[in-house]
């Protein structure tokens, strides 16, 4: 009963949400910055110029790892810290603080796992189209490869992208995300198309510039879980968690993850968007499709679904008064388990879990002792539950939980809490939680204590 022996556990975070120094050191604005003093956009007008001061305080965060005893750390890579501008000019004391902070992960024994995109595009970059730009891909490329030749030494494990859904699903198909605009679906769809193709030439420039790299990506999705174990609701669940539906598309897993891994669009998605498709070049499936070394998926949750009666997957209302973390997320122990199952059938390439842990509104007691059991009581039956795939079979390398530190929730701002480390938003002082001895545990004992 247990996890690999190599198995990798690690903790995961991004620039935005942490690093703050926004206007620091050469560092060119994001569509966050901007999109965060828009009044009305993000809960109480919270931004990220600060955030948990990772920038000038990274030294006393990677003495916090060393003490939680991981063997990796999922890190982005602030894009316009690096390229003030998107493209052209380097910014010499960004790149410094990637390589300083890499370091330190390296005398600790902690592999860094690199992830170009965490949703911070170059303010510059928007102005000339974002997305939507048909450079956009040539763009991302160049960033990719300078990433790979300054860092390639040190950095062996990258992702492109994280969640796709998410900055173009929420954003444009919602307005509810950077840089804030609602666009037509088919507008939507050439901006994925775009970064699909990113995708791929980011992993070419990275195969060019790091002998020996590992390339996955990082995209999102709530797995569907069968009601029960019997065959029939197992499809049901299969089925609507690898579909594509014409309303949501942008949330599906298969519309992004099927070019990427098999090299094509899903035959149901082609048919639900028809009236909206983007313009795809004879050869750019072959661009996108480059073969990856790990799959990585986020999952914070999972939609209860069954089969109806008339043979379709049907949506299952979650219990009344069922468990729900502080962002108001249902909670579905069972989430990683048929995520990675449903993924691994279909994709056949060794699976990390990139993101998963959940919110909370902690706080100091008397003593400055911050206590989340529900935090552990999360880890632990969902942990449980994927070392229940790794019995199966299933081919899960490692887990990263969402996240080290309390910080920057996007539209949430700092009211909602993921970290395992408490952080003092006011004096910067990070306090370990109660998850944070149970973690550094796990880590210790390989999950044999769930
Ligand atoms: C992820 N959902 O986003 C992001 O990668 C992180 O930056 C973020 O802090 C974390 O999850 C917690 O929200 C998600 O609606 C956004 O299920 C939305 C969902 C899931 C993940």
């Not at 990427?260 to 639900?272: C, I, K, S, W």
């Not at 498709?277 to 914070?300: H, R, V």
């Amino acid at each position: 009963m247990s996890f690999p022996k190599d198995f990798v556990w690690g903790v995961a975070t991004s620039a935005y949400q942490i690093e703050g120094a926004s206007g620091q050191d050469g560092r060119g604005p994001s569509i966050w910055d901007v999109y965060t003093k828009e009044p009305g956009q993000i809960f109480e007008g919270h931004t990220g110029d600060v955030a948990c001061d990772h920038y000038h305080l990274w030294p006393v965060d990677v003495a916090l790892m060393a003490k939680l005893g991981i063997k990796a750390y999922r890190f982005s890579v602030s894009w316009p810290r690096v390229l003030p501008n998107g493209i052209g000019q380097l910014n010499e004391s960004g790149l410094q603080f990637y390589e300083e902070m890499v370091d330190g992960l390296l005398e600790q024994g902690i592999t860094p796992y690199l992830t170009l995109y965490h949703w911070d595009l170059p303010q510059a970059l928007q102005e000339r189209g974002g997305w939507l730009s048909p450079e956009a891909s040539e763009w991302f490329a160049e960033y990719a490869a300078i990433i790979g030749k300054r860092l390639g030494g040190r950095v062996k494990h990258y992702m492109t992208f994280n969640e796709p859904q998410v900055f173009i699903g929420n954003a444009f198909c919602q307005g509810m995300h950077a840089p804030g605009w609602r666009t037509s679906r088919a507008q939507a769809l050439q901006m994925a198309h775009h970064v699909l193709l990113a995708h791929g030439k980011a992993v070419q420039a990275l195969r060019a510039t790091v002998p020996g790299a590992q390339i996955g990506w990082a995209p999102t999705s709530n797995a569907r879980v069968p009601v029960t174990d019997n065959i029939a609701d197992v499809e049901a669940a299969r089925r609507a968690y690898l579909s594509v539906p014409g309303d949501d598309w942008a949330w599906s897993v298969t519309w992004w993850s099927d070019p990427v891994m098999l090299g094509h669009y899903p035959e149901d998605g082609l048919h639900e968007l028809e009236r909206d498709l983007p313009q795809i070049g004879t050869a750019d499936m072959k661009t996108i499709c480059q073969p990856l070394d790990f799959y990585g998926q986020n999952i914070y949750r999972g939609i209860p679904t069954r089969m109806g009666t008339g043979g379709q997957p049907e949506k299952v209302a979650y219990p009344q008064g069922g468990p729900r973390t502080a962002i108001g997320w249902h909670v579905n122990f069972d989430c990683l388990y048929w995520g990675t199952k449903f993924l691994y059938e279909r994709y056949k390439t060794p699976i990390y879990i990139t993101e998963n842990g959940m919110s909370a509104h902690d706080w100091p007691d008397r003593e400055g002792k911050v206590h989340d059991p529900q935090r552990i009581d999360y880890l632990c039956r969902h942990l449980a539950h994927l070392r229940r795939a790794c019995e199966d079979g299933i081919d899960v390398r490692g887990y990263f939980e969402w996240s080290l530190l309390d910080n920057f929730e996007w539209k949430r701002g700092y009211n909602d809490r993921f970290g395992l480390v408490y952080v003092d938003f006011v004096t910067q002082q990070r306090i370990p939680k109660d998850s944070f001895a149970w973690y550094a545990r796990t880590i210790k004992e390989n999950g044999e204590n769930l």
